[in-house]
């Protein structure tokens, strides 16, 4: 089974502080990692994609990946309250001829306080 | 506006009786995907499609049908409801998924289904 791991928290951090959420996966021939925010009671909304090993930044967020060590995290510069959600891990775990079959951790709930 | 369209976003049925849950995409997508979620246990895939009639089991299929007769639509089918189906649905689509560009799911709305 492959599985996609993330401490469920919650994390709390202060306004304005650095939000670090970690993720390790099983399949080693994985390409493809998002991650994804979810509001209570709301779909989940990707926020980045990476494919290469290093960082990625899009604003606030830092997406990092080591396919070495099968790990990917995410850091939010400035977090503000309402980055409050929670954040899910997913990974691609099909091939060519499996495109789509996109797994999901079961999520870290951060807590942004004023 | 391009989006995911579910249907209905809530519903209450009696075990047994079949039922379908609409999932349309107007952004002309390739892959569509149906997840459900449950507390404790998080997102997990159904079943998703990479084309018109081409689609494939997720890791939870079981009591669960799919078709994907035109590209835009791709219903979910509950041929007899269980209360052990009471989740939260999710359809997804994706311009691509897979190596290389990968746009990954944009999901819909939801559909809370209560099964009694």
């Known amino acids: 089974q492959k599985e996609v791991e993330q401490n469920s928290g919650p994390l709390s951090v202060p306004e304005g502080a650095i939000a670090s959420l970690n993720c390790t996966y099983s399949?080693?021939?994985?390409?493809?990692f998002f991650w994804y925010r979810q509001y209570s009671g709301k779909s989940p909304e990707l926020i980045m994609s990476?494919?290469?090993?290093g960082d990625k930044e899009d604003g606030r967020f830092t997406a990092q990946l080591n396919k070495a060590s099968q790990y990917v995290s995410l850091l939010i510069r400035d977090s503000q309250p309402s980055d409050s959600a929670t954040y899910l891990c997913?990974?691609?775990?099909?091939?060519?001829?499996?495109?789509?079959?996109?797994?999901f951790g079961q999520g870290t709930e951060l807590s942004v306080k004023p | 506006e391009a989006q995911v369209t579910q249907n209905p976003r809530y519903l209450i049925t009696v075990t047994g009786k079949k039922l379908t849950v609409t999932c349309s995409q107007n952004?002309?997508?390739?892959?569509m995907s149906w997840y459900r979620q449950d507390p404790g246990l998080g997102l997990r895939q159904i079943y998703y499609?990479?084309?018109?009639?081409?689609?494939d089991k997720g890791d939870v299929p079981e009591g669960y049908k799919v078709s994907r007769k035109e590209k835009r639509n791709f219903p979910l089918i509950l041929e007899s409801p269980s209360p052990n189906q009471t989740s939260l649905y999710f359809c997804?689509?994706?311009?691509?998924?897979?190596?290389?560009?990968?746009?990954?799911?944009?999901f819909g709305s939801g559909t809370r289904l209560t099964v009694v």
């Open positions: 997804a689509s994706s311009l691509s998924v897979g190596t290389g560009e990968d746009y990954g799911y944009t």
């Open positions: 399949d080693r021939g994985s390409q493809s």
């Open positions: 990476i494919y290469s090993n």
């Open positions: 997913a990974v691609n775990v099909g091939r060519y001829n499996q495109g789509g079959k996109l797994i």
């Open positions: 952004m002309n997508h390739e892959y």
């Open positions: 499609s990479m084309n018109v009639e081409v689609t």
